[in-house]
């Protein structure tokens, strides 16, 4: 088992930038592939970007393409979500997501999941 903790989340201006970190505790000895996915008040939660355990590729969902970057440091075992050019939209609580045997985009297939960090973007 692993636990997932998120940070980093907060009120920002639109056109800002924040930092998401997820940190695992628990049985960190194994490798996952790393998942962030947000839901905004009062829709369904949505796949925002994965990084690799392996292969070191990362995907984006075409909304946060260009304005975030998923990476991980290995050395503190964490995987960060970098986010620029915040918009409005980009309102939601943010959830780190890993799993063992499973990269991409459904959430269902992700195992561990964290509480979730909120940003809200202000004018």
């Known amino acids: 088992q692993v636990a997932l903790k998120e940070s980093g989340g907060g009120l920002v201006q639109h056109g800002g930038s924040l930092r998401l970190s997820c940190a695992p505790s628990?049985?960190?000895?194994?490798?996952?592939?790393v998942a962030w996915f947000r839901q905004a008040p009062g829709k369904g939660r949505e796949f925002v970007a994965a990084?690799?355990?392996?292969?070191?590729?990362?995907i984006y969902a075409d909304s946060v393409k260009g304005r975030c970057t998923i990476s991980r440091d290995s050395a503190k075992n964490t995987v960060y979500l970098q986010m620029n050019s915040l918009q409005f939209e980009d309102t939601a609580v943010y959830y780190c997501?890993?799993?063992?045997?499973?990269?991409?985009?459904?959430?269902?297939?992700?195992?561990?999941w964290g509480q979730g960090t909120t940003v809200t973007v202000s004018p």
């Open positions: 628990g049985r960190t000895d194994k490798s996952y592939h």
């Open positions: 997501a890993a799993a063992e045997g499973y990269f991409g985009r459904v959430d269902s297939a992700y195992n561990y």
């Open positions: 990084t690799s355990k392996s292969t070191g590729v990362n």
